[in-house]
């Protein structure tokens, strides 16, 4: 079985070429079948279509590399990143710009927020305050703990999202 750094390598460059990029690489070998997991992400996100064509390029790829297909049986898993997964880079963050985001500092704090855009290592969080207007409160990257995205079931404040920098439009698409 190749290494997480193995695939990772084989990977990026043909995930890259395709608009993607390898987030991170779990193998399994104790598992039965043992599996390799490859997690992509891009900046427009990861559909149906996307998974199955990294799925087949990833494949094609580690057979390339698998001398001995009958005895190095595993299961192949191209997926997203999934609303779960902790934002951890500057990337993360830029993509995951408009979302509400749980945020806790190093300090032990936590703030939630919506996602401003990120630049030069600082986050622009839009926070709401009862009754008053919502406010931005930029945060060091290096002083994120833990970061995840919040699912929303109710629509967006529309002055939240026009404080993020993101428009109405784009939210509705």
């Known amino acids: ?16 070429r395709a608009g993607y990029d390898v987030d991170d690489v779990v193998v ?3 598992a039965r079948p043992p599996r390799i997991v490859v997690i992509a992400d891009g900046d427009g996100g990861l ?6 064509e990294l799925s087949r390029l990833a494949s094609e790829l580690l057979d390339q590399i698998d001398d001995t297909p009958d005895e190095a049986t ?17 990337r993360h963050f830029r993509r995951a710009h408009g979302r ?25 969080l839009v926070v709401a305050n009862r009754g008053a207007k919502p ?6 990257i290096d002083d994120v703990a833990n970061a ?12 939240e ?12 698409e």
């Open 135 to 140: 406010k931005i409160r930029e945060l060091s």
């Open 1 to 16: 079985m190749p290494s997480p750094q193995q695939v990772t390598e084989l990977l990026e460059g043909a995930f890259g």
């Open 161 to 172: 999202l026009e404080l993020a920098g993101v428009s109405v439009e784009e939210v509705e």
């Open 100 to 124: 509400k985001v749980e945020v806790t500092l190093s300090d032990g704090s936590q703030v939630v927020g919506r996602l401003g855009e990120p630049g030069d290592g600082v986050l622009r």
């Open 74 to 90: 595993y299961v192949l898993e191209v997926t997203s990143r999934g609303v779960d997964r902790p934002l951890t880079t500057e």
């Open 47 to 52: 559909d149906l279509d996307a998974l199955g």
């Open 28 to 30: 399994e070998a104790a």
């Open 148 to 159: 995840v995205v919040q699912v929303e079931f109710s629509p967006p404040n529309p002055l």
